[in-house]
């Protein structure tokens, strides 16, 4: 291509050394319509999430962006990066193509998803309502009705092409039913809006143009019949119905065209992005056989599954936006009139904010962070429909069928296109003589309760075996946990504790193994004479062989990469974690000096482990042998680029806090196991609003409420974990207002800076926070 007609900024790129040319070798080759983005699309482009996450592709006009941080930040700004191109077609129709769709009148509008401001946030507003958590709890009943009607039909059977026989036509009836139009013409609409994705996003032959071109054409009229039906009588039920009703409140903000325009992209929106999301996910877990035989052992598992699978495989593969100004992408300078494609399933497994991204883990605690939803003001308006569809989907497939499996050497075919992945079809087999339910028909009486919005990650145990038990001081013993079955553990980075449940208690312990074992966690746990069973049970009734529900691993207590030395300081049992962050600084060579304190040496854990491996940079204060830590001298001299990285008894802690004041804020890192003051008490709260800059909402915070609990009931995901101010999951930016801050994961001065704040108990300091949300 000449570079004169190449928007890359020619100045900032290096040229190829070969050809001269700005667009690089992974660049050029780029082709979303090819086999290997069709079969795995984050995939195909991680050359580009570790090279070039921001890209231009001659082939298909479009800058191509990879990574998580600035897919997100795509979605977050919809004024410099305008949705309207979400819903064009991504391929030029052909004269004859545009030919047969102006004989159908086909006119397809903004509806939402492609609706720019001012006019999208007064139209999402007033259509919410049939989206809230309470208004789709009425939708369970029919989704699993359905569900156990499709599967009764082949239970018996033995074999399945899931797609066909289930997972295409409860999705569009339960997309009809939640749109409130008949269920009559089923099969016809399902070429009808196959055409759709094809047209929209798909790159047909000339030839498939124009059968494609009818179809949609066909599609268009058959959506406007429907929206005359229900104007002459719009009380029923459904979104549609809803709008009809609300176009009368609003005539200028829902209009004829959008009323159009929605009945035919409402379909595909709420039909074809489930099916092949729960094609997705049934096809993953069966490929990842021991998953998918923990969630049918522990259906509990489900709901966060969902997400992973969402996450891992999702059914929205890229999005697209329009450059409405010249701006950067992840640093890339971008001109205003450039296409994005937004390939938010890369995003999903991009390593720099997901562990172990190609895992599929269905414990993973911030799963529901994927972007298959999007994000920011036009995320999906569906999500906790599907969400429940797909948990209805998985909960009784696994309870009827747990021994289901792929058919062996299918090959699994894509409607080749851009955005919407699934397979065509799905074929599976399992022995009918064993289904569960005909040595056991109360089976079928059983089901799980739904849970209707993002799922917690409370309940995501996994048992892992205790493999050792040793002394490693007074009171003080080292456990070594493994997996049973020998399978890898999920990966953990210094500083990440697990959590154990313990008879009635739960209680988290710092990692302080070798994070490159993925077969065994190591944790060290003082006998607290004060403990209310905690770290008594440990001592009493761990012992090799016992089982053990472990949650995890997690971390708040991670190491700053821009940190230029680090000074660690353990006292006691605190030197867990702190040992973990000194054993990754050191195989690093990075710079570092490690102050360990205890009363006596009998007392300080893992001690010899500590001198063999940091000998030259350990300092020992051992209180009886009159060698206190002087933290005053310690911190005296504030120096550039040093970080305190703490773990303790409080009073350390807090000794550390008083003598670091004149340091910056951030500099003094600790770590917190409790927090005191969580619950609310409403006759000393006060109520107050919250201003979503992002989703152009207000809502209210009542004194009884905790800001995460009033967004999740206006249908805004914040994912959250420890709901007690511990673990910074909760965070969201704050934009004005002042905060009370609640928590203990943010420093000193990132509470006065005031940007951001814990939702799950920070509060208003007065009437009103704006959040970027
Ligand atoms: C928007 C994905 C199911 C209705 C979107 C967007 C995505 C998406 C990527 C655009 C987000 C953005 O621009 O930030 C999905 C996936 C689904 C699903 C992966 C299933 C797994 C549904 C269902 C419905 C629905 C079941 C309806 C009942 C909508 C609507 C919008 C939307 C109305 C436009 C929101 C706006 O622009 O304000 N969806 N969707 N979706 N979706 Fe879904």
């Not at 191109?85 to 009148?105: F, M, N, Q, W």
């Not at 409140?249 to 829902?254: A, C, G, L, N, S």
Request: negative net charge; proline residues 7%.
């Amino acid at each position: 291509m000449s570079t004169e007609s190449c928007p890359a900024d020619h100045v900032d790129r290096p040229t190829d050394p070969v050809s001269g040319c700005p667009v690089s070798a992974g660049a050029a080759a780029f082709d979303p319509f090819g086999d290997a983005y069709q079969a795995d699309p984050p995939e195909a482009v991680r050359w580009s999430r570790d090279d070039e996450p921001v890209f231009y592709s001659p082939s298909l006009g479009y800058w191509v962006v990879t990574r998580y941080d600035d897919v997100k930040a795509v979605f977050r700004d919809n004024t410099t990066f305008s949705p309207s191109i979400a819903l064009e077609k991504i391929t030029p129709v052909s004269d004859e193509a545009i030919a047969t769709l102006e004989r159908y009148d086909y006119a397809m509008n903004r509806t939402l998803v492609n609706e720019d401001e001012p006019e999208h946030m007064p139209r999402r507003r007033v259509l919410m309502g049939p989206f809230t958590p309470d208004r789709l709890a009425h939708h369970e009943p029919i989704v699993r009705r359905l569900t156990r009607e499709y599967v009764d039909r082949f239970v018996d059977v033995g074999k399945a092409d899931l797609v066909d026989e289930m997972l295409w036509e409860v999705p569009l009836t339960v997309a009809l039913h939640f749109l409130g139009v008949p269920e009559e013409d089923m099969a016809t609409l399902r070429k009808y809006s196959i055409a759709h994705t094809v047209n929209t996003w798909g790159r047909p032959s000339p030839e498939e143009q124009l059968t494609v071109a009818e179809n949609v054409g066909k599609f268009w009229q058959f959506a406007g019949t429907v929206v005359e039906k229900l104007r002459r009588d719009p009380s029923g039920d459904g979104w549609m119905p809803y709008s009809i009703r609300k176009q009368r409140e609003y005539p200028d903000i829902i209009t004829d065209s959008y009323l159009h325009s929605m009945m035919m992209a409402g379909i595909v929106a709420a039909h074809e992005t489930t099916a092949n999301a729960a094609a997705n996910a049934l096809k993953l877990l069966l490929e990842n056989r021991t998953v998918w035989d923990e969630l049918c052992a522990d259906p509990g598992l489900i709901p966060n599954a969902v997400e992973e699978c969402l996450r891992h495989s999702g059914s929205v593969a890229a999005w697209r936006r329009l450059v409405t100004a010249d701006t950067t992408v992840g640093g890339v300078p971008v001109p205003a009139g450039a296409k994005l494609l937004i390939v938010n399933s890369s995003a999903n497994r991009d390593e720099r904010h997901f562990e172990d991204p190609d895992t599929v883990d269905v414990r993973r605690d911030n799963a529901t962070e994927h972007l298959t939803f999007g994000y920011g003001s036009h995320q999906c308006m569906g999500k906790n429909l599907a969400r429940m569809e797909l948990q209805v989907f998985l909960e009784e497939l696994t309870r009827r069928l747990p021994h289901l499996d792929l058919v062996p050497g299918q090959r699994f075919s894509y409607v080749p296109n851009t955005s919407f992945r699934g397979p065509e079809h799905l074929w599976v087999q399992w022995d009918p003589a064993a289904n569960p339910e005909r040595s056991e028909p109360g089976l079928l009486d059983t089901r799980q309760p739904v849970r209707i919005g993002e799922p917690t990650t409370r309940g995501l145990s996994r048992t892992l075996t205790v493999e050792r038990v040793d002394p490693t001081a007074r009171d003080v013993v080292e456990i070594t946990l493994a997996e049973p079955t020998g399978a890898a553990l999920p990966s953990w980075s210094p500083g990440a504790h697990i959590e154990l449940e313990l008879g009635e208690v739960s209680r988290q312990y710092s990692l302080c193994g070798d994070p490159e074992d993925r077969s065994r966690y190591r944790i060290a746990v003082l006998r607290d004479p004060g403990s209310r069973g905690g770290s008594r049970y440990v001592h009493d009734e761990l012992r090799p062989g016992t089982s053990v529900a472990v949650r995890g691993p997690r971390n708040h207590f991670r190491l700053d990469a821009d940190t230029r030395h680090h000074v660690f300081v353990a006292g006691g049992i605190g030197i867990t974690p702190i040992l973990a962050m000194a054993d990754a600084v050191c195989a690093a060579g990075g710079s570092y000096e490690l102050h360990y304190c205890g009363r006596s040496t009998g007392t300080m854990a893992l001690l010899d482990r500590v001198r063999r491996d940091h000998g030259p940079r350990l300092h020992e204060h051992v209180s009886e042998a009159g060698d206190r830590l002087d933290v005053t001298a310690l911190l005296a001299e504030p120096t550039d680029g040093t970080r305190i990285y703490a773990c303790g008894p409080q009073r350390l802690l807090s000794a550390l806090d008083g003598a670091s004041a004149h340091w910056p804020g951030d500099a003094l890192r600790v770590e917190h196991f409790t927090t005191a003051g969580h619950e609310l008490d409403p006759a000393v709260e006060h109520a107050f609003d919250l201003t979503l800059a992002d989703s152009g909402l207000t809502v209210r915070v009542a004194p009884d409420q905790t800001v995460l609990a009033a967004l999740r009931a206006a249908n805004i995901d914040v994912p959250s974990d420890c709901e007690e101010g511990l673990c910074g999951t909760c965070e969201a930016p704050v934009l004005g207002g002042e905060v009370d801050h609640r928590d203990v994961v943010l420093t000193r001065s990132e509470r006065s800076a005031g940007t951001r704040m814990m939702t799950c108990c920070s509060r208003a300091c007065g009437a009103s926070l704006t959040l970027g949300l």
